[in-house]
């Protein structure tokens, strides 16, 4: 009895083996998982000085609330010097595969025929050949930023008077934000605020009427309406868009003016419920970036071209912005 016990124990021993040699066999060595780059890096490319108090200082700009606001979500910022430098097409591809994002910010300039229009659209068409094959790029589009998207996309300029200048408002969400990219996971009661409460900064004199993007079938197939809002004149105007396919984003709406901008006469959002919107943003949108596995070739390319090369001088005694880069 005493043999047969061992004889089965042996047996069952080796079916144990046996099983786990089955198991380990047929699971991955490691776990796959989708790559994340923790180092991202967003370009943004500066903006034409036009304001004749600014060209003492430079020919192009980026305000310090767009850098601080990218930073804050967790990535560096390489300006894109696009008037000094005059890059040719190659070398703006070249700058394309080390970046991992792009942001359009505000200003004033032509949307279709200025060389600022014309370096964002050769990004645009790189990030779409690039996402295209698999190799994620995001671009985002603050004010000016998102009226480009849409020449971008729709081929022609299809603004119209919407002015909403120096005014607060919450946003009028659609049905699809609520699934969107952008919203689907923001908190509950921030979400609420964001319907309520006047947390987006609005300094824009144009936009596209919603009835205009409707009509429009590039626009309408390219992104989802996400938010509306009313101008001073009654005008029904897109203030967030997404991209259907693409990881294209806009808003007519200022985010980094919640947390980095304080000119009492301007009305910048401050509250609890604006600060949080503006983290949220900045961080979604950082970590679409973290998505991009493009890189510099070497340390040294990579700190160079970053904007702590750069210092930022003060500028609160003849614009509306506390600092500003200059290039």
């Known amino acids: 009895m005493r043999k047969k016990n061992q004889a089965f124990m042996g047996f069952a021993t080796l079916l144990f083996l046996a099983c786990c040699l089955c198991i380990c066999k047929s699971m991955p060595t490691e776990v796959q998982r989708q790559a994340v780059n923790d180092r991202p890096v967003i370009g943004v490319l500066t903006q034409i000085v036009s304001d004749d108090v600014m060209k003492p200082f430079g020919r192009t700009y980026i305000p310090a609330s767009y850098v601080k606001y990218l930073e804050s979500g967790g990535s560096r910022v390489m300006p894109i010097r696009w008037v000094q430098l005059t890059h040719t097409d190659v070398e703006y591809e070249n700058i394309f595969k080390k970046i991992n994002g792009l942001l359009l910010i505000g200003g004033a300039v032509n949307l279709e025929t200025s060389d600022f229009a014309r370096v964002a659209k050769l990004f645009y068409k790189l990030a779409l050949e690039a996402n295209d094959a698999g190799d994620v790029f995001p671009i985002w589009g603050t004010c000016m930023g998102l009226q480009l998207l849409t020449v971008l996309v729709a081929g022609k300029n299809l603004l119209t008077e919407t002015t909403a200048e120096n005014i607060a408002l919450p946003l009028n969400l659609t049905t699809e934000a609520y699934s969107s990219r952008i919203f689907r996971d923001v908190p509950p009661d921030l979400i609420k605020a964001v319907t309520?409460?006047?947390?987006?900064?609005?300094?824009?004199?144009?936009?596209?009427?919603?009835?205009?993007?409707?009509?429009?079938?590039?626009?309408?197939?390219?992104?989802?309406?996400?938010?509306?809002?009313?101008?001073?004149?009654?005008?029904?105007?897109?203030?967030?868009?997404?991209?259907?396919?693409?990881?294209?984003?806009?808003?007519?709406?200022?985010?980094?003016?919640?947390?980095?901008?304080?000119?009492?006469?301007?009305?910048?959002?401050?509250?609890?419920?604006?600060?949080?919107?503006?983290s949220w943003m900045a961080e979604f949108f950082v970590n679409e970036g973290r998505r991009s596995l493009h890189q510099f070739d070497n340390p040294e390319e990579e700190a160079s071209s970053l904007i702590y090369s750069y210092t930022p001088i003060y500028a609160g005694n003849f614009t509306g912005y506390e600092q500003i880069y200059f290039f």
């Open 196 to 278: 309520q409460e006047p947390l987006t900064g609005n300094f824009h004199h144009y936009g596209v009427e919603v009835k205009t993007f409707m009509e429009n079938e590039d626009l309408q197939s390219f992104f989802s309406i996400l938010s509306t809002n009313v101008a001073e004149n009654g005008a029904h105007f897109v203030s967030t868009i997404e991209g259907k396919k693409y990881p294209f984003y806009g808003v007519q709406w200022h985010p980094e003016v919640n947390r980095f901008q304080w000119k009492s006469n301007l009305n910048f959002p401050h509250s609890r419920h604006a600060v949080q919107l503006s």
